[in-house]
């Protein structure tokens, strides 16, 4: 008679689930002893929280398919959730499996007991806690299909040791919850964004979701052809794909005043998967809504509505059109000073066709779009949520994902040390992962946002709180602690043979590229 | 004009706080701002949020006073939830300032929108969010004066942007908040423990939170002379003082089988300051209560109830008794093979007087109690809510809480790579602390885990997710790229010529301990 845990994971697998990323305590060992007989669940030791709920989130956007987590009680959750928050931004399809005290220990106040509900609700649109093993198989079919309704969303199950340690009972029978479709959209959310792009007046798609990927994202281009609007992309998508001969789509910008800039003038807004534009943080005297006064907004598909067929149908309506894609054009490799501007010239110039690149790079990253648009076609994924930490362990579950696509991790160094942890399982899984550190010692970000804010910080005692320098940290030695070859960076020349190098090799190679910050 | 974030120092300085272990973001740019003049507050900046919550945990442990944490919105605070989970269980005075939008930004749900006040629940004593700079002054005080409260407490105070950066008016009025003081037990209490103890029947004192410190300890030891009572400490207590001249007070073990030997034939167990003994984890077919059967619990001091005064009370009433403290003796320093037994060796032989020592060593630590029972007085702290990360962070927050004492941290290797970016700020701050790492290439305590739960994992699948090896972790590589120097060990001589040389040298310094695992 199978016990819980191989219930469980039974069903995992029947559900379409392939990957566990995991960091297990006692409570989960009958889970991690049940894999032993399922070669179908790669099973992928993370030795911090963090980095196996931001690898299940790379894994989720890359395949469209939930990852599973494996997490020890409320502690373990908890170290999971920054990385939980971004995916529940990016709506990763994600089934968290955390272990919990055997049911009859809960009311001993033991030393880990804690809420993992409540933990479990900020970040997740499914909580189910079984309480008898001969509901697991329903319930983690349940999860599943939750995670994968659209627009996918993290599903989390609590379970129990004694759960997992006890008798299942006979196998149910096979009845697996299908999961929700994509709702369909009105004819009138068409026809009024028909309607306004026609109008004559000065109009833009905001694509977000899905509708930057395959054929929405081909639809759109169509649609701006046919129309003369312009398309734009929400400022952190999931996962976009772009590169030469994809349709020309510009992200907005992340300093408000930019995105206020390029807004500007703009009479109608067509949302397209995307919520309507707002500023990451608030500032004094300034607005955080960033649509220009009179603009007009048509949602044309949101939430979980089929945002793809909303957008062929309104290509469809509007009739023909011949969209220009973006050209192949490559930067020239830069020689001389390595900085931002010269780093994203060297990956321009070799970023390979395929590849899925992770972009937490923050202010080092300002010249990355302009500098790959017109590189060979490629993924990007961004930082959805704002919380730190999401780049390496990212990487992690892309290359999991996706073996046979070369993955670029670009994150500044404030950004890498919340989750460094993840270059020991990209050793251990033999990842082909390349990671970049925008090494300029200081949260530059933060530098900016100082002044943003109206914050006067001119003293030492401030400034010494956005700096780290003092001591610098040495990435490379960081990485070989980890496993992972390394090399440093001080010019460009330099920085190109070294992502050559990264990137021609099989398995985890990091660089770590010295910059001066730019604020 | 003072600004809010201006008043919050203010009002957190005014009421004693004087070190403050951030990570912070945008909307805390007024906070890093306003500490420019704010020279009574050290701030200490940590690389991740469960750093800077740990380190508040070991600085509360060791003051009695309430650092502050300088957070990031809701997932900044997820980052150190883990770790103020082991702050709640040990009972540790903290106020969590978590900056957040401002307030009429809420409603755009930009990325970092999360639930901050569900996060913040699981782990506060008491929570507010403040509405109006005016109000920053009361609230801060209210948080303080909450922290501070018996038995000491998280208060978690969630501050928008723009209340840091608006006119707080004028300063109010001082009226702070007494904190509340331990009440005093009833005389019921004290006389039902004097007639159990009385009795002649077999009787043990339990001792937790401050029992084991100070006065509270010295009564319990008259207590255990005049009556032959057995002194016992809860299993993680959040600081013990021990050593030669303190009194013999033996720690109830973790193993559940352990316990219950210890516990075997007890028929009275007095509670001061400590629950009722529980099992850390539920075993298949074991009873998580650890008491004998037949035994009856007197509960001296429980909660926030002055077990100190209560024990000298019970001293008092049971008269006169002359206890044997610990005999000052250290093992002799051993040669050959490094294991956990010899280091622990080791680290008898070298204890240095006064040390604070922060335990997160696990299945390594197991001859660790043993051999340092007899070194010069020194504290112990140790894993109290058994959520792992704590030992590095603990650690800093120790050494800034106590610059003239020696702090040894002794971490496991899986332990100490949740948080490992502490060593970075032991750096920065030039922290006296020398650590540990017991580095066995393995979750040896799942390894023990796994059989006491009755999982069965022969097979490489299940095994290589409790396995650290391949790649092994270099932590001398890890700490020098943070800054910390670091020496590895490979003999019980070169581990004690290390250990000297640690405790010698001003600042930090990690010693890579490679011991066999004993699982």
């Not at 040390?417 to 925008?438: I, K, P, S």
């Amino acid at each position: 008679m199978p016990n819980g845990a191989q219930i469980l994971i039974e069903g995992l697998v029947g559900a379409g689930v392939r990957a566990c990323f995991a960091n297990p305590g006692t409570s989960e060992m009958h889970f991690v002893a049940a894999l032993e007989d399922a070669s179908a669940l790669r099973p992928v030791l993370c030795l911090f929280e963090g980095v196996a709920t931001g690898a299940a989130d790379g894994y989720g956007r890359m395949t469209g398919r939930p990852a599973c987590t494996l997490l020890h009680l409320g502690p373990g959750l908890a170290g999971g959730l920054a990385n939980l928050h971004n995916a529940r931004r990016a709506a990763t399809p994600l089934v968290n499996v955390v272990g919990d005290h055997a049911l009859r220990h809960k009311r001993l106040d033991a030393p880990l007991e804690s809420d993992i509900e409540a933990l479990a609700g900020t970040v997740s649109g499914w909580t189910r806690r079984t309480y008898h093993a001969a509901e697991l198989a329903g319930d983690v079919a349940e999860a599943v299909a939750a995670a994968t309704g659209p627009p996918g969303r993290i599903a989390t199950l609590v379970v129990p040791a004694d759960v997992s340690w006890s008798d299942a009972g006979d196998p149910p029978a096979a009845t697996p919850p299908r999961p929700a479709r994509r709702g369909l959209v009105s004819v009138d959310a068409v026809t009024g964004a028909a309607d306004a792009l026609r109008s004559g007046e000065s109009a833009a798609v905001l694509l977000g979701g899905e509708a930057v990927r395959g054929a929405g994202l081909a639809a759109a281009a169509r649609i701006a052809a046919a129309t003369g609007a312009e398309l734009l992309c929400e400022t952190f998508p999931a996962r976009a794909e772009r590169g030469a001969g994809r349709p020309v789509v510009e992200r907005l910008a992340y300093l408000p005043a930019a995105a206020r800039r390029r807004l500007a003038g703009v009479r109608h807004l067509v949302l397209a998967g995307a919520t309507s534009p707002v500023a990451f943080f608030a500032y004094p005297g300034q607005d955080g809504d960033l649509l220009p006064e009179g603009c007009r907004v048509h949602t044309l598909a949101a939430g979980a509505e089929d945002v793809t067929a909303a957008l062929a149908g309104l290509a469809e309506v509007l009739g023909p059109g011949s969209p220009v894609p973006e050209e192949a054009a490559r930067p020239a490799l830069p020689s001389g000073d390595l900085t931002a501007e010269t780093a994203a010239a060297v990956i321009g110039a070799l970023l390979p066709e395929g590849a899925v690149v992770v972009d937490e790079a923050n202010t080092s990253g300002l010249w990355l779009p302009g500098a790959t648009a017109g590189a060979p076609p490629h993924d990007w994924l961004t930082l959805t949520g704002g919380a730190m930490g999401q780049g390496l362990p990212l990487a992690v579950g892309a290359a999991v994902a996706c073996p046979e696509r070369p993955v670029l991790a670009l994150v500044g160094d404030g950004a890498s040390m919340y989750t460094v942890q993840a270059l020991w399982t990209q050793a251990r899984e033999g990842l082909d992962v390349t990671t970049v550190v925008f090494d300029n010692r200081s949260y530059a970000i933060l530098n900016l946002e100082l002044g943003a804010v109206g914050a006067v910080a001119e003293g030492a005692r401030a400034r010494r709180l956005l700096d780290l320098s003092g001591p610098s940290l040495d990435f490379v030695a960081l990485a070989r602690g980890m496993g992972v070859p390394a090399e440093r960076a001080d010019t460009a020349e330099e920085f190109a043979a070294l992502l050559k190098r990264g990137l021609a090799e099989p398995g985890p190679f990091l660089i770590d590229c010295v910059v001066p910050s730019l604020v």
